[in-house]
Structures are given as structure tokens and as C-alpha cells.
């Protein structure tokens, strides 16, 4: 008899040091300064300068220090097109230009946008990674409708701020890796699981999906209230197998 082993995912949640991302090297939370207000920059212009670029282990662009008129700093994403030394405005009479940080009710139908706050004040959320970009699509009562990198569309808040532009570091997925050591250390630094092994290629003692067999694999929809471990596969499942196509007459 053959005896099982803690599937992956139960694993993870006991929260031991193969699981733990290397925080502890990150420059900064990537975010706009927090202590400013709706009020204060739905209003106004507020300069700033760009002092430094940093590299963030794990991320995909770098980081870019800026520090504004009013004493406050902050690191943000970089979006393409930004240099050393330029000027950065913050608010709703900031221009149109890449780099400047807007709410998003300021912005006009069409412009590309990045780094975008949820709610107003929360330092910025979405399309944060290389090479992403949100567009802005139409203003309405309900708020800003914005179309994602996945291609949703979403309501957001006018006072929620967004950074004019693309992320920097566009086409960083197409250069292959050709070593695994290069692979290892990028998996290290954001804290992933590497090498993931394939539940099929398990045995079946060891994994729900194991075995090539086909009838000696566990059924693999479980119920939303199935305990961590348990809950890999089909969860809460309305059916299974292929769907068939229906006539249209």
C-alpha cells in the first residue's frame, strides 16, 4: 500500500519557507501618495520631479521615485516614454501627457491608461504589469467605464487616479529564458511554486487527478464548501464533460 502525501494546496496553506516570497528584497509598494485627498487633487496641478529609477525583484517594469511641490514622494510604475529628471503633475488640471497622474472623470474617451485605482485613494490597482494598458471608453452618471487588458469593461469611480500611458517594459515575455537557473531565481524573487508538477503525472494516492488510469482518478468536481486540499478541480460544478452544441433552427 502505497501512502499519500499533502497535496500542494494543502501545503501551501500551513505556510512553510518554500512557500514564502522573498519580500523582504522589494523596493516599495508601487503607489500613489495616499495622504493626498480627492479634494485636494481633483482641483489642482500638483508638480513633481522624477529622481530615480529602481528595479523591483519580481516585477516585470521598474519603479520610479517621485517627488512632488508639496513634500510628499512616492514609487510608481513607469510607463513608456518617461525620462530621468521629467515633470510629473498630479490632478484634474494636470495635461494630457504620458506620465501625468489624472482621476479618472478628467481623462478623455480613448486616451490609454495604467496604474488604476478601484476606489479613490487606494494608491492604484489595476493594469500594473509590463507591458498593460487600460482605455478609457465612455463617462457616464454611474462613473467611468474603462476597458481592461483582458478585455472586460468596468465602472470605476471619477475621482479614482490613473497614470496617462502604457507600462514600460512591453515584450519582456516574448525573450525566451534558455536557462532553468533564469527561471528558478524569477519564480524565487515573486515567491511561486517551481517546478509545478502536473497532477496527472502523479499516482493516484498522492493527488485527486493522479494515475493514468482512468478509473482509478477521484471524481474532480467538489462542493464550495470542500476544506483547502480538497477543492482542486471542477468547484461547484453545474456539469461536466464536453458541451454540446445546440441547434439553432
Do not use: W
Not at 25 to 37: F, S, W
Not at 137 to 161: F, M
Amino acid at each position: 500500500m502505497v501512502m499519500g502525501k499533502r497535496i500542494r494546496v494543502q501545503r501551501r496553506g500551513r505556510g512553510g519557507s518554500q512557500f514564502k516570497s522573498s519580500t523582504h528584497k522589494r523596493v516599495a509598494p508601487a503607489q500613489y501618495p495616499l495622504n493626498i485627498t480627492p479634494n485636494e487633487y481633483s482641483a489642482t496641478a500638483i508638480k513633481g520631479v522624477i529622481e530615480e529609477f529602481a528595479h523591483d525583484p519580481g516585477r516585470g517594469s521598474p519603479l520610479a521615485l517621485i517627488r512632488f511641490e508639496n513634500g510628499e514622494s512616492c514609487y510608481t510604475i513607469v510607463p513608456e516614454g518617461v525620462s530621468l529628471g521629467q515633470e510629473i503633475q498630479m490632478g484634474g488640471k494636470a495635461p494630457i501627457k504620458v506620465g501625468n497622474i489624472l482621476p479618472i472623470g478628467k481623462i478623455p474617451e480613448g486616451t490609454m491608461i495604467c496604474n488604476i485605482e478601484l476606489k479613490p485613494s487606494d494608491g492604484g490597482k489595476l493594469a500594473k504589469s509590463s507591458g498593460a494598458y487600460a482605455t478609457v471608453v465612455a463617462h457616464t452618471e454611474q462613473g467611468t467605464i474603462i476597458k481592461l487588458p483582458s478585455g472586460a469593461t468596468k465602472y470605476v469611480n471619477d475621482y479614482c487616479r490613473a497614470t496617462i500611458g502604457i507600462v514600460s517594459g512591453a515584450g519582456r515575455t516574448e525573450k525566451p529564458f534558455l536557462k532553468a537557473g533564469a527561471k528558478f531565481h524569477l519564480m524565487k524573487a515573486k515567491g511561486h511554486k517551481y517546478p509545478r508538477t502536473r497532477g496527472r503525472a502523479m499516482i493516484a494516492a498522492v493527488h485527486p487527478y493522479g494515475s493514468s488510469k482512468k478509473s482509478a482518478r477521484k471524481g474532480t468536481t467538489v462542493s464550495h464548501g470542500a476544506p483547502p486540499g480538497q477543492k482542486v478541480g471542477l468547484i461547484a460544478a453545474r456539469g461536466t464533460g464536453k458541451k454540446k452544441k445546440r441547434r439553432t433552427s
